[in-house]
Every structure is written in structure tokens, then in C-alpha cells.
């Protein structure tokens, strides 16, 4: 029997007369690449943000690396980690002075700091470029950079959001491979992402519309049931009737 790393039930966050999420249950497993899909204004932010401990349900229940997501929000984000689109790094700083800054949040030890530091930048080919300020870099290696810290401290579960935007299509396998890397380590990772050729590349995909998951399934068996050749398609027909939009 497979271990899960996150099972959800009926977990739903209200705000005001707003439903923003509507009783939405699944599983992730251990060392699975999940993929979290959903139109702009589903509601899969607010579930992201639940399950990273940083907004607590307004009712339903799960447990996310082993804690009650109503209960331990803090222990949750110990024990995950977690790459924002908008911000994960600091421009101002150099590649090593971001690496020491979140190994001092994430309380690794100089040693243990030093260790992953070298197994990062030696993983990215970044050796070179460790006293580069980050501002500096193109995007794609400000991407895998950012991904790569977010794994500094060894997390269960890394949770990205839309980690592949606005980086070209190279550089967007390249961000992959590095995912598979760090799923072959038996780290799960929970992706979100609006690139739907992307989610082929996952284990399995949920498709939320309107709050509530309507999918839920391996690539290959949404593409068969919905009688498509691609998620596209899958997502087309599915997110076809959504009300509610950002």
C-alpha cells in the first residue's frame, strides 16, 4: 500500500458568503509529482496555501507530511518546502548570501549549510557563479536556483506554484529534470502550473473549476475518459462551464 505525504477530506475555506473551496478530498503519495490544475480564480491557491500551513480551514480535515493541517500550521511548514512565482529569492543578494539567509530559516547547521551549498551549486553548475548577485542571472537559472533552495533542507514535500513562468521551453525541461531528481530522492512534489503540456509529466492531476476538484487521475486515463489526445483537450472540456474567474 502506497504512504501518503498529503490526504485531504471535505476540506473547505469560506470567506464571509465566498466559498473559495468547496469539500475537496484527495491523496498524495510519498515520492509521487503531483499536479494541481486549475483556471484562474478555482480556488487552487487558497488550497495551496492550506495545505503550506499558511491559511487555516474554515472546515474538513487532512494532515500534510504527517501534521493536522487545522491544527499545525507551524509544523507543517517545517517540514515542506515551497518556490513561489512571484518571490523566492533575493535580488539583491549573491547566490550564497540567498543560500546562507534561508539555511538560517530552515535552521540547518554552518556544516549541514555548507555541505548542501556545495551539492546545490556543483547539481546546477553554479560553482562559478556563487559571489553573482541574483538580480544578475536570467530568469531560467533564477528558477532552478530558487527550486533548488527550496530542497536545501531536505523537506518531505516541495510545493511549487506555477514554477515555469515566463521562462522559455528549454529551460522549462531543464526545470523538469530537476523535479524528477529531487522525486527519485523520494521527495513529493505538489506543482501547480497553467502549462497544460506540463502535466503530462505528472504522476497524476487534479483539475480544480469553481472551488471543487472535477478530475482526478493519471494523465493517459483523464485523456481516455474525455476522449482527447491531449490535457489540453481535458482541460478545455472540463473547465468549459466554470462561473467564477480572477
Known amino acids: 500500500m502506497k504512504e501518503t505525504a498529503i490526504s485531504i477530506r471535505e476540506l473547505t475555506k469560506r470567506f464571509g458568503d465566498f ?9 498524495v503519495y510519498k515520492g509521487e509529482i503531483f499536479g494541481f490544475l ?8 487558497t488550497a ?3 495545505l503550506c500551513g499558511l491559511s487555516f480551514p474554515t472546515s474538513g480535515s487532512g494532515t500534510v507530511a504527517g501534521f493536522d493541517v487545522m491544527r499545525e500550521g507551524e509544523m507543517i511548514k517545517r517540514h515542506i518546502g515551497y518556490m ?53 542571472l536570467p530568469l531560467g537559472w533564477k ?6 533552495i527550496a530542497t536545501l533542507h531536505s523537506p518531505e514535500i516541495v510545493f511549487l506554484d506555477e514554477p515555469t513562468g515566463g521562462v522559455d521551453p528549454i529551460t ?18 505538489f506543482v501547480t502550473t497553467h502549462y497544460m503540456d506540463e502535466a503530462e509529466y505528472c504522476a497524476r492531476v487534479s483539475i480544480m473549476v469553481d472551488g471543487e476538484v472535477r478530475a482526478l487521475d493519471t494523465p493517459a486515463a483523464l485523456k481516455r475518459q474525455f476522449a482527447t489526445d491531449s490535457m489540453d483537450g481535458v482541460f478545455r472540456t472540463i ?3 466554470a462561473k467564477r474567474a480572477e
Open 38 to 45: 486549475g483556471a484562474n480564480g478555482a480556488g487552487k491557491t
Open 84 to 136: 513561489s512565482q512571484r518571490f523566492s529569492l533575493y535580488d539583491d543578494l549573491t547566490v550564497m548570501e540567498n543560500i546562507r539567509l534561508f539555511a538560517g530559516i530552515y535552521n540547518l547547521t554552518p556544516y549541514r549549510t555548507r555541505r548542501r551549498a556545495v551539492e546545490l551549486l556543483s547539481r546546477l553548475n553554479f560553482l562559478g557563479e556563487r559571489h553573482t548577485l541574483v538580480g544578475a
Open 172 to 189: 522549462r525541461r531543464q526545470f523538469w529534470e530537476l523535479i524528477y531528481e529531487e522525486a527519485n530522492r523520494g521527495t513529493t512534489v
Open 48 to 50: 495551496m496555501r492550506m
Open 143 to 148: 528558477q532552478k536556483l530558487a527550486f533548488s
Open 239 to 241: 473547465a468549459r462551464g
Open 19 to 27: 466559498t473559495a473551496v468547496d469539500r475537496i478530498s484527495f491523496d
